[in-house]
Every structure is written in C-alpha cells, then in structure tokens.
C-alpha cells in the first residue's frame, strides 16, 4: 500500500497510507525507507535505433548481441536471460557483471554465451535475510510453461532445537509435478543462515519433489 505523506512529529515520523479497504491510517514510524524501483535509461540506444523488449530493456541475445550490428550491451539496461523462465529484467549486480565478461569478450571477437541467471537474489534487514532462487509459484502460473506448480512451505529450526540460539527458517519450494523439476526456493531466517542455503541451490537442476508433493499441497 502505497504512502501518501510522512510529517515529522518530535523524534519520529508519523505516515499516512490507504489501507486495502480505502481508508487511510497512520502508523509511527523511526525510521523510513523509500523504494522508488528502477527503469532502463536507454535513450543512448534507442537513438542509435537499438531494439527494446521487456521493461524497455535493449533486447539482447545469449551472446550479448543488440539488434545493431557489432553492438554489444549488458548491465541494468538490457533484458535477462533467466534459466528457467526465459527472457525476464533482473537489474542487479551478478546480473551485470557476468553478461558484461560475456559481451566484453565477443566484441573483441569471441564467442561466449551467457548461461542464464536463476534468478537468485538476498535481502538483509537488520539481521532478518531472505533469500530466493528460481521463481515463485505465482510467477510459474503466467510463465507461459507447461508446469503443475506444487509448493510446500515448512519453517525448521536453523540448527538442532537442543542446542542454543536455534531460530526457525521459513522454506517455501516450488516444483512441476510433471516433470519432478525443482523450479524455485524462498527462505527467511536470521543473519547468515537463510541466504546461504538458497543461493547453493540451482534450481534449473532436475530434482525429486518427494511423494507428499501434489497440487493439493499448493500454498
Ligand atoms: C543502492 C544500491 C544497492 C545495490 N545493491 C546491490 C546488491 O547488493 N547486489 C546486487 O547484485 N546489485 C545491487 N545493486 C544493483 C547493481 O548496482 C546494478 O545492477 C549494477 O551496478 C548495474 O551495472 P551496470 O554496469 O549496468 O551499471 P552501473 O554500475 O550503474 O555502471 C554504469 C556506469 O556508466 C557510467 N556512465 C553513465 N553515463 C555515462 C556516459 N554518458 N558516459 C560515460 N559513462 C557513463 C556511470 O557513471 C557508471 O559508472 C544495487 C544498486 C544500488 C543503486
């Protein structure tokens, strides 16, 4: 829901909102974070006659390849090729660099192609982490592919009960039934445990969903 308007009040910000049912409610708040998300600045590209496809990313081939002749482009300005769900807009850092080592070297004559990225992305705040890799269900729902997405969410402890500090990690995986294909994992725990786990997983791997996995189990 979206904030309409932040007004200092002493030591804390007091903000307004539209809640779900229309009304607008105020909450205290110390602290505030703006995400104003982000868009391709293509304008370079374009003039030059470059093509745009998703998100108004310049449209790019696995070899980095623009629609111009001899023009290659990576970074946040040009389209991703994701492993599982085709052509997607990841603007981030692992997303940039490695396509750029890709459309560095074919310009100078090579032949690399960029493998595709999972998707796999991680969060902290403060010491909560939450991490992802490959997609969501609801992302497999309009990805176009034949998937009968089944999910199943559990949250174990990060370690054993009967030792101290043990927090729980909330999982949720996602699979086709059909396949067995694991599509995607997300995880939320404390500082250091969930982010690792679900950065290790490849999700375009083919792995067993197990026999408790079914739509029923979808949530
Ligand atoms: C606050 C913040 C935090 C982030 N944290 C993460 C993170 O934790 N993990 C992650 O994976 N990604 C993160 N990102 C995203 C990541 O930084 C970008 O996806 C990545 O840097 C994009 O690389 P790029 O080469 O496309 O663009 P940039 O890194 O922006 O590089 C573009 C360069 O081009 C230069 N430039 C622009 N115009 C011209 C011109 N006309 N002539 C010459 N030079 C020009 C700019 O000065 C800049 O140096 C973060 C981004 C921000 C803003």
Do not use: C
């Not at 940039?96 to 074919?106: D, F, L, S, T």
């Not at 969410?153 to 039934?177: C, E, F, L, M, Q």
């Amino acid at each position: 829901m979206p904030a309409r308007d932040a007004v200092r009040e002493g030591s804390s910000l007091r903000i307004s909102a539209q809640g779900q049912d229309g009304e607008t409610f105020t909450r205290d708040a110390d602290l505030v974070l703006v995400a104003v998300g982000v868009r391709p600045d293509t304008s370079l590209a374009v003039a030059a006659g470059a093509r745009t496809g998703l998100k108004g990313a310049i449209e790019v081939d696995e070899h980095m390849r623009t629609s111009l002749p001899d023009v290659y482009a990576a970074g946040d300005r040009v389209v991703t090729h994701h492993r599982l769900l085709g052509v997607t807009w990841l603007p981030l850092g692992t997303t940039a660099h490695k396509p750029g080592r890709v459309a560095g070297e074919n310009a100078l004559g090579g032949n690399r192609r960029f493998a595709g990225s999972p998707g796999s992305q991680a969060v902290k705040v403060f010491d909560l982490v939450a991490a992802r890799t490959g997609p969501r269900e609801h992302e497999v729902l309009v990805s176009g592919k034949d998937w009968i997405p089944a999910t199943t969410a559990s949250s174990p402890d990060d370690h054993k009960a009967y030792y101290p500090g043990a927090t729980p990690i909330a999982i949720r995986v996602t699979g086709d039934i059909g396949s067995g294909l694991l599509l995607g994992a997300q995880l939320v725990g404390r500082r250091g445990r969930g982010d690792l786990q679900a950065r290790r997983h490849r999700p375009d791997r083919r792995a067993s969903l197990g026999p408790g996995a079914s739509p029923a189990a979808t949530g």
